[in-house]
């Protein structure tokens, strides 16, 4: 368990480092002047990055040499960092790149976690830090030379303490069809936990902090999402998933009702709203064995459609409160159903 943990340790600082390089390159290289080069590389990055997950997280099931592709990612990012004058192929490199390490990394972590949420709460956090220094302070040239070289370091450490860890399977589950079976109530299920995610991007794009204008409050509310992501594995393994999404979900939505413009209260309202990411990993995982990146993947695919679709809501702020409402109380709903259905059901 020790070596797992100081596995999830270097995969979550790993998680940042590789956000941020997207991020840093991206708005440092491929956010031109112009209208068009911006408008390819936003949809491009995010349909590269985020909604192939799914199908690159099939062929990481498919080929169960995860950690092999951890750094194949790495050197795909990496590759595409120092390609920003050549913008088509840097955007390629870096949002395959991403895609590929996000569920990689997240197969190892799930598979691994022994049916802990923590560990999932503590792969997930960093990746929002990474992609907000990034953000923040592009303009600082150094800023990509670090985090590459930390990249290269640590994936290089990590090559070296965990290549020739066993595998996950044991002989006779390797030699099993990765048969998926879906009935009627895990088909439900899963796209029940799909919706829940979607209004989490949904909501996150949604949300305005007006007081959020300096770039210390941005990335205080980054932190304050990375911590929620934390906590919400943490509390789950220590009271259980009904009682953690029934803090979070009420208390995020009680805060960001209420109090979100004070700087309190709103990074409370977003510290306790991303509570509710491990769970709905781990639920997907649940409904989908050894297809952990695929769920990984499927998880990662509609924050993007999320993310438009809370820029789109932005032009009507009269209705966040309902909007809020709603998906706060479908997101209790589901996962407190979908907790108790998998607890009870056999899905293996």
Same mark, same amino acid.
């Given at each position: ?11 979550? +600082? ?25 408008? !390819?590389?936003?949809?491009?990055? %995010? #349909?590269? &990055? ?19 592709? +951890? ?5 795909? +990012?990496?590759? @595409? ?15 395959? $790149? ?7 990394? @997240?197969?190892? =972590? ?16 960093? $990746?929002?830090?990474?992609? =907000? ?22 994936? *290089? ?28 109530? /895990? ?17 996150? /794009?949604?949300? +305005? ?5 300096? &770039? ?23 009271? *259980? ?22 700087? !309190? ?36 695919? #509609? ?17 966040? %409160?309902?909007? !809020? ?6 997101? !209790? ?10 607890? /009870?059901?056999?899905?293996?």
């Amino acid at each position: 368990m020790k070596k797992l943990r100081i596995e999830v340790f270097f995969l979550t +600082v790993l998680h940042m480092l590789v956000d941020g390089i997207c991020s840093t390159t991206i708005y440092a290289s491929l956010y031109k002047d112009n209208i068009i080069l911006p408008t !390819i590389v936003f949809i491009g990055y %995010n #349909v590269l &990055a985020f909604m192939m997950q799914p199908l690159v997280g099939f062929l990481v099931d498919t080929v169960k040499k995860e950690r092999l592709l +951890v750094l194949g990612s790495l050197f795909l +990012v990496v590759t @595409g960092s120092l390609l920003g004058s050549i913008p088509y192929l840097c955007l390629l490199f870096l949002g395959l $790149g991403n895609a590929l390490f996000h569920v990689s990394a @997240g197969k190892i =972590t799930i598979t691994n976690s022994n049916q802990k949420l923590s560990l999932l709460g503590v792969f997930v956090s960093l $990746g929002v830090v990474g992609l =907000t220094l990034g953000m923040l302070y592009y303009q600082f040239s150094s800023l990509l030379v670090i985090l590459i070289t930390l990249t290269i370091l640590i994936g *290089g450490c990590y090559y070296l303490i965990f290549h020739q860890k066993k595998e996950f399977l044991d002989e006779t589950q390797k030699k099993q069809s990765l048969n998926l079976s879906l009935t009627n109530i /895990k088909i439900v299920m899963i796209v029940g936990v799909i919706i829940i995610v979607m209004f989490r991007g949904i909501i996150g /794009k949604y949300t +305005v902090f007006n007081w959020a204008d300096e &770039a210390y409050l941005v990335l205080l509310v980054a932190i304050a999402t990375a911590l929620g992501k934390l906590l919400g594995g943490v509390l789950a393994d220590k009271i *259980g998933i009904t009682k953690t999404i029934l803090i979070s979900g009420l208390g995020s939505l009680g805060f960001l009702l209420f109090a979100r413009d004070s700087i !309190i209260g709103g990074l409370l309202g977003i510290l306790l709203f991303n509570m509710t990411m491990p769970i709905t990993l781990y639920l997907l995982y649940k409904m989908m064995p050894r297809y952990e990146a695929t769920a990984f993947g499927l998880a990662a695919m #509609v924050l993007f459609p999320g993310y438009v679709i809370g820029m789109y809501l932005q032009e009507y702020p009269t209705r966040y %409160n309902l909007i !809020i409402l709603i998906a706060s109380l479908l997101t !209790i709903i589901f996962v407190i159903l979908f907790s108790k259905e998998v607890k /009870k059901s056999e899905f293996y």
